[in-house]
């Protein structure tokens, strides 16, 4: 064979080889997202999935995170909003599942023996901490862990404490959808509303200094 037929078929078999490794390559799986009824009760934002090895923290992919509604609360400061999250985050520790931390039910055993024992300490160290910033939050304990932790709106919790009563809307409707009317459950008065914000921010100011507290004694102990 010719030495130029020889390079071509030469090159023709990589072209080849190197297509069928391009097209055999498996596609990374995107996220699943929330359902249309997940979404209407609740916000959430794509983040990253975040492994603590020896190494570090590594990246090891994405999901979807129901995302606080404190978050869209008007008149929070920087420092309100570190304190919530971070009493939300140790909230969400002391809530792990036992049977999942003891199992370590990940893809593979991801972590194995040492990634459940991992998660069992976070879970006790999330409930300690609970404990622990709550014990500074008096009588306005009730009102802040409806907002920051059980997502409850300020109407909410005042329907809930005070009761509520049923007043029609009119729903425009948006395109082809037609007006229509909707019976909504509001409090049964404004000052309601206003008395469970008030002391939704009352409770914050001693949200804030027990945060504080806490993180300084943790920040002298190492």
């Known amino acids: 064979m010719p030495k130029t037929e020889t390079i071509a078929a030469l090159a023709a078999q990589t072209k080849a080889r190197s297509s069928a490794a391009t097209a055999t390559k498996p596609r990374k799986a995107l996220p699943a997202g929330p359902t249309p009824e997940q979404r209407r009760h609740a916000t959430y934002v794509e983040q990253d999935i975040v492994d603590v090895k020896l190494k570090g923290r590594v990246t090891i992919g994405k999901a979807y995170r129901k995302q606080p509604k404190f978050e869209k609360i008007e008149g929070l400061g920087s420092e309100q909003l570190k304190a919530l999250r971070f009493y939300r985050a140790a909230f969400d520790a002391s809530e792990m599942s036992e049977t999942r931390c003891a199992l370590d039910v990940r893809p593979r055993g991801a972590s ?92 914050l100011r001693a949200l804030v200094m027990a945060v504080e507290q806490y993180v300084e004694r943790r920040r002298d102990s190492t």
């Open 112 to 203: 194995g023996s040492d990634g459940a024992i991992t998660a069992i300490e976070a879970r006790a160290f999330g409930a300690t901490t609970l404990r622990g910033i709550e014990r500074h939050l008096g009588a306005m304990v009730h009102t802040l862990r409806d907002v920051a932790l059980l997502d409850f709106t300020f109407s909410e919790v005042a329907m809930k404490r005070f009761g509520s009563r049923e007043v029609d809307w009119i729903d425009v409707g948006k395109g082809k959808r037609n007006p229509r009317s909707i019976v909504k459950l509001v409090p049964k008065s404004g000052t309601h509303r206003q008395i469970v914000r008030d002391e939704f921010f009352a409770g």
